[in-house]
Nanobody, 120 residues
Framework: QVQLVESGGGLVQPGGSLRLSCTASGFTYSVFDMFWHRRAPGKQREPVASISSGGGSVNYSDSVKGRFTISRDNAKNTVYLQMNSLKPEDTAMYYC?????????????WGQGTQVTVSS
């Protein structure tokens, strides 16, 4: 059974930090690219960060570049999102996503999300 389980969300003051984790099971995690997305209240879901299967390539949205860091530990089947200098506009549900394209086939798995609230 494929599972992606996020953790680490919570309430934090502006300027604070949080570290999100997402642990995968039920599929070969190490060959999947991993993504973090978020959906703020009343807004569409947006990609936040991505990391290639081997960890050698990372990308960030302009809104989080320089503040967030994505990393992965393939031995632990886990991807992380270190979030620093948090702002109220970072408040959202954060989702972990695993994606792989294998020829004509696409494999696209999602977690249930973890809430991040930035407020004083």
């Amino acid at each position: 059974q494929v599972q992606l389980v996020e953790s680490g969300g919570g309430l934090v003051q502006p300027g604070g930090s949080l570290r999100l984790s997402c642990t995968a099971s039920g599929f070969t995690y190490s060959v999947f690219d991993m993504f973090w997305h978020r959906r703020a209240p009343g807004k569409q879901r947006e990609p936040v960060a991505s990391i290639s299967s081997g960890g050698g390539s990372v990308n960030y949205s302009d809104s989080v570049k320089g503040r967030f860091t994505i990393s992965r530990d393939n031995a632990k089947n886990t991807v992380y999102l270190q979030m620093n200098s948090l702002k109220p506009e970072d408040t959202a549900m954060y989702y972990c996503n695993a994606f792989r394209q294998d020829g004509p086939y696409e494999y696209d798995y999602w977690g249930q999300g973890t809430q991040v609230t930035v407020s004083s």
